[in-house]
């Protein structure tokens, strides 16, 4: 019965059964939306190292050159910057990240980004079930589910 609980749990939530691994591939072009970019020409690159079974989440590494963009975030993200420097804006202020910094973007947060000549980070994304997408997108009796996005990063540094 237990061995028929954790595989029905597991089922449910969707992201597999087994452990999975892997080595990032070389990086790929990963253009920035041309409407997003305030400055510069910034070539962004990514590798996808590990997926889930079923997609909704996924780790591995992003880089880019200089310049002055917007960025969308359409599922949770959590990177750990690993060279460079980015200068991201928080609640109205830029604030300076580099080696060994972590940060949390929520699903549904833009965020500035001030990349002075490259950086690159680790990422860890993960994209909610269909109905919690949803409902963060609404307000329901002034409760606000989407996160604000001039406050959107959570830093632990």
Known sequence: MRQLRRRLVLRVHGSGT?????????????????????????????????????????????????????????????????????????????????????IFFPLGATVRWHVPQYVRKAFFSTKPGRLVEILRTFSLGGIRLRPRASASAAVAS
């Open 18 to 102: 087994a452990v999975r691994g892997g080595t990032a591939p070389d990086m790929q072009d990963q253009p920035i939306n041309p409407e997003w970019i305030e400055e510069g020409a910034p070539r962004a690159r990514a590798s996808e190292a590990v997926r889930s079974a079923d997609g909704r989440i996924t780790s591995g590494e992003w880089s880019c050159t200089t310049g002055r963009f917007s960025w969308t975030y359409y599922e949770d993200e959590v990177i750990r910057i690993l060279e460079g420097e980015v200068f991201i804006e928080i609640d109205g202020a830029y604030r300076r990240f580099g080696p060994g910094d972590m």
